[in-house]
C-alpha cells in the first residue's frame, strides 16, 4: 500500500524524516518496503495551451504545434497522439532541463523548426506512462510554473500490511499506529479542515 507523507502528516505530528518513520513502523510490524519521491520542482517547465495542430507536412505520425507559452506563439513538432488545440499541456521551452538532464534545444525536426517540447509524464519522472501528452486543469494559465500547478514533491511510503493488520489497510489506520509509536495524538479531522 503507497501512503503519502503528506497525508499522514495531516493527521499526527510527524517532524521526523521518513526514514526515521519508516524504521519505527517496521519496528511496530508494518514494513516499509520503500521510499520515493513523486513529483519535482520542474525549473524552467511551465503551463502551455496549444493554439493550432497541423499535420507535419514531411512525417505522418508528428504535428506541427502553434504553443502559447504565456508571452508569445511558438512552434513545436510533436509526436504524442492526444495533443488537441486548446488543450493545456506541460512545456519545456528552449533552454529547460528535463529531470533526467536533457537541456531543450531549438530543433529541426524533418525539415520544420521546434522550439521546445511538450511533456508526457514520464518525461518528467512523474510516472512511466508515455501514452501521451500530461493534460494541465483547464484553468491553468499559459506560462504558469508547472511546479506550483502540480505542487512540491510528496514523499511516499510503499508499506507492506500483513494479514493480521487489517486496521492499518487505511490511512487513518496508518496515522492511527504512528500516533501510537510516538506517543502523539491523533488528529479526528486533517490540520486546517473546516
Keep these: 500500500m503507497r501512503v503519502p ?9 510527524l517532524p521526523e524524516t521518513a526514514a526515521e518513520i519508516a524504521e519505527r513502523l517496521t519496528f511496530a510490524g508494518i514494513e516499509v518496503e520503500g521510499i520515493e519521491t513523486v513529483g519535482g ?3 524552467g517547465i511551465i503551463a502551455a495551451e496549444v493554439r493550432a495542430v497541423t499535420p ?3 512525417a505522418d505520425r508528428l504535428t506541427v504545434c502553434r504553443v502559447f507559452d504565456g508571452t508569445n506563439e511558438v512552434p513545436v513538432v510533436c509526436g504524442a497522439p492526444n495533443v488537441r488545440a486548446g488543450g493545456k499541456y506541460p512545456f519545456a521551452p528552449v533552454g529547460a532541463k528535463l529531470p533526467d538532464g536533457t537541456v531543450i534545444r531549438r530543433a529541426k525536426l524533418r525539415g520544420v523548426e521546434s522550439l521546445g517540447m511538450l511533456c508526457a509524464e514520464d518525461e518528467l519522472g512523474i510516472s512511466d506512462d508515455h501514452s501521451g501528452l500530461m493534460n494541465l486543469p483547464d484553468d491553468a494559465a499559459a506560462g504558469r510554473p508547472l511546479s506550483e500547478i502540480l505542487g512540491p514533491p510528496e514523499t511516499v511510503l510503499d508499506l507492506e500490511i500483513t494479514p493480521n493488520r487489517p486496521d492499518c489497510l ?8 504512528l500516533a501510537a509509536v510516538f506517543g502523539r495524538p491523533l488528529r479526528s479531522r486533517p490540520a486546517g479542515f473546516q
Design 5 to 13: 507523507l503528506g497525508w499522514l502528516k495531516d493527521y499526527v505530528e
Design 41 to 43: 520542482e520542474f525549473p
Design 56 to 58: 507535419h507536412p514531411n
Design 170 to 177: 487505511c490511512l487513518i489506520g496508518v496515522a492511527r499506529e
